[in-house]
């Protein structure tokens, strides 16, 4: 058995990250999509102007700006979290609260380029890091927002939840561009 390939079990993480899980066709590898996603993403902002990235599809949304620092914050506690179960903190680690995260971020006052490149900044640093991780680490269970998760988990929930967005930028935001 391919345990990197393996969907997690439902034991290994809280029903609310389900949907994240889901996102990643059985039998992929959750690393390779997140070396995809990176080439996808920047083919959809590919030509976005600054002021295009500041759109919201509806009142009180995040703009795609936001929501592409949402994404990169995101994988940072993601990864921070796969990084201390991986290596045998047993200590909770806590949630975050992202509209807080999103609404303290300055993301619309800064260029779109400079976004992206934080984005490609930290999808190397998570890549590094899930890359390097023995089976035995991936096995590993802890504790983060009050939810049991194992290191394999936490590496689905990272590319799953990008394609969330990635799922809700075409079907909400991208018809607006058009």
Known sequence: MNFRTTRPAADEYGAYYDRYIQQIPAGHDPVQRLRAQQTELHGLFSGLSDEQARLRYAPGKWSIKETLVH???????????????ARGDQTPLPGFDQDAFTANSGADARPLADLLREYDAQRAATLALLESLPEAA???????????????????????????????????????LS
């Open 71 to 85: 994404i990169v914050d995101t994988e940072r506690v993601f990864a921070y979290r796969a990084l201390s179960i």
């Open 138 to 176: 991936l096995q590993r269970r802890g504790t983060a927002s009050d939810m049991p998760v194992s290191v394999r988990a936490l590496c689905y929930m990272l590319p799953g939840h990008e394609a969330h967005h990635l799922q809700l930028w075409r079907e909400r935001v991208w018809p607006l």
